[in-house]
Nanobody, 124 residues
Framework: QVQLVESGGGLVQAGGSLRLSCAAS????????MGWFRQAPGKEREFVAT????????VYADSVNGRFTISRDNAKNTVYLQMNTLKPEDTAVYYC?????????????????WGQGTQVTVSS
């Protein structure tokens, strides 16, 4: 089992920045690829970013590429999502997830463990 707890969400104006954190406990964190997903009201959960277990492989959704950066600190069992130049359409509940593989990919089904989510609201 892996327990994931997100933090860092909040209300920000368009153009602003937030950094989300996801603290992991349980199994060995470095053995898991990590991902960030988001879900807006009335919409399906969508992929945002993923990072391989070593931190060397990152993939982003087109909608956030160039604005968001995923990173991880295996010594702190934490994955981050730095979000810059935020837009109102980035408003959603953001979830981190863990996949027991070297690379998690973009599909939610690849991830066995999920956090409870943190709300990000971007005002125009």
């Amino acid at each position: 089992q892996v327990q994931l707890v997100e933090s860092g969400g909040g209300l920000v104006q368009a153009g602003g920045s937030l950094r989300l954190s996801c603290a992991a406990s349980g199994r060995t964190f470095r053995n898991y690829a990590m991902g960030w997903f988001r879900q807006a009201p009335g919409k399906e959960r969508e992929f945002v970013a993923t990072i391989g277990w070593s931190g060397g492989s990152t993939v982003y959704a087109d909608s956030v590429n160039g604005r968001f950066t995923i990173s991880r600190d295996n010594a702190k069992n934490t994955v981050y999502l730095q979000m810059n130049t935020l837009k109102p359409e980035d408003t959603a509940v953001y979830y981190c997830a863990a996949a027991a593989r070297t690379y998690g990919g973009t599909y939610p089904a690849n991830y066995a463990y999920w956090g409870q989510g943190t709300q990000v609201t971007v005002s125009s």
